[in-house]
């Protein structure tokens, strides 16, 4: 892990500091903090990393990052919000996130609903402010985020998992809550990341296939490392048998590794796939 | 109010129409129908009306309006997520609007706060989408409608009003806050319509001015309307006197109508300006 750690630390500090940058123009000011306090809970910023590895695999210049980090931020800001609200009283109802307490202990179950929409809100800011890339290729950006975390992606997830249209009772279902849950969100960070490295649509293809694979064995990791735990919540273990979701999560690997076979630059990549998945395989 | 029935009625069957379209491709199937569910209930349309008549104000086409109509639904897909967020038990919890079940009474509070938040992420990619107008102005509707709605603006003005920054005291907080709460939003209505209508810089300055004016006496309109009822709100006509709230709302209609003097299509803005605030002085 070393590689990858020594790649993405420089990413991670300029998000960290990004991140801190937001909402300090807030109005009422104490609103501000209650924004930022969700954002800054030391999350590992697998998102925007792989915005920024797919901004590199088809980019010549990382140096010239700023509509890779607009894109990251939005990613962030998106991922965060959908936490916020999830640990509602009325969702997961959780009192704690990463050691600390959730929003709506910290602050109030009616300021989480407020934080979660302004996160919400700002991502979009985020792109349609950002210096670069092209106003055309920034609204595509709008157009990718706004579908893969609204009810056709996200959200959608969110919906089938509380329950709507039914238990999940067949892997296929299991695959679909899933792809729409954490699936898309991942995706579009690859997919943004690479639209601001100017991809064209074969290379924009691939990584889409690529972090498709990456999206899916992600949770089936997910639920291979949750093995023990007791609960009713359906898993792939549970519909499949634990070894077939093992065969699975080994060939969406192997699938995620071609799918990026054909970028020069692509082994923070390789790398970001390898931490995702062979972590539990 | 006749000739303001006969020109919106158009604009408002158009609105519904395509407010109808909207979530069928939903997944799960059910979750677009809760969607639509607060979408259809019957609204009065003010902010698409708003964006009609400031983008036929600056406009020679009223036929071509599909940017129009983008920003229109966008703006009414903003006002329709606060109210169900609003409305749920940790805000105002209210069990009824407009003669129905709010959304958590019919749907549960979990499906009431991911209704709320696809119907914002929703705005963007209706904005993002849209056939008409060209990329850039498309973004800088983005851009609009994500500052006014967002922590800069309703957002914010609901943080104030749920007690972030403490009690409101003075005139000029109680003003700072409708402004965001509901002012901008109206505001970016006008200027959305605008800029599909092809707004130079100084009609984009006059109608933000006729709608800075339209919002808050709007506001203060609510107030003198609500003065019999008993609550322990902050209202205008409490902090500045009846008949000064009575006074500051002539004002700002004459604010209103000599700012969009200048405008030869203006009878829209007019009429909407004097139904607005003129109901109740």
Redesign the interface.
């Known amino acids: 892990m070393n590689a990858l750690k020594t790649w993405a630390a420089p990413h991670r500090a300029a998000v960290e500091a990004a991140l801190g940058g937001l ?1 300090h ?8 903090a ?2 930022r306090y969700p954002l800054l809970t030391g999350g590992k910023r697998i998102r925007p990393l792989f915005a920024f590895a797919a901004y590199e695999a088809v980019s010549g210049t990382p140096d010239d990052r700023d509509g890779a980090m607009a894109a990251a931020l939005a990613v962030e800001l998106i991922h965060t ?1 959908s936490l916020v ?1 999830d640990d ?1 009283p ?2 997961d109802d959780d009192d704690e996130r990463r050691g600390k307490p959730t929003v709506h202990i910290e602050y ?4 989480a ?2 934080v ?3 996160l ?3 991502a ?2 985020v ?3 950002a210096s670069a890339p092209a ?2 290729v ?3 950006l ?2 990718e ?3 893969a ?4 992606g996200m ?2 997830g ?3 998992d ?1 329950g ?2 039914g238990p999940v009772t067949e892997a296929d279902d299991l695959i ?1 809550l899933h792809d ?1 849950k954490t699936g898309q969100l991942i995706r579009s960070a690859g997919r943004m990341g690479a639209l601001c490295g100017g991809a064209d649509e074969s290379q924009l293809a691939a990584l889409t296939d690529y972090a498709e694979a990456v999206g899916l064995a992600f949770q089936l990791a997910d639920d291979l490392l949750d093995l023990d735990e007791d609960t009713d919540e359906p898993s792939f273990p549970k519909l499949l048998g634990v070894e077939a979701t093992r065969e699975r999560c080994a060939a969406l690997s192997a699938r995620a590794q071609a799918a990026v076979a054909g970028f020069e630059r692509a082994e923070p990549l390789r790398m970001l796939a390898r931490y995702t998945i062979e972590r539990t395989i």
């Open positions: 909402f123009d807030a109005w009422p000011a104490p609103f501000g209650m924004c919000y609200h509602l009325c969702m109030g179950e009616n300021n609903v407020l979660g929409d302004a919400l809100t700002e979009f800011r792109l349609a402010r106003a055309e920034r609204l595509r709008v157009e985020l706004s579908a975390s609204g009810y056709l959200i959608g969110q919906a089938r509380v709507v249209g679909g729409r």
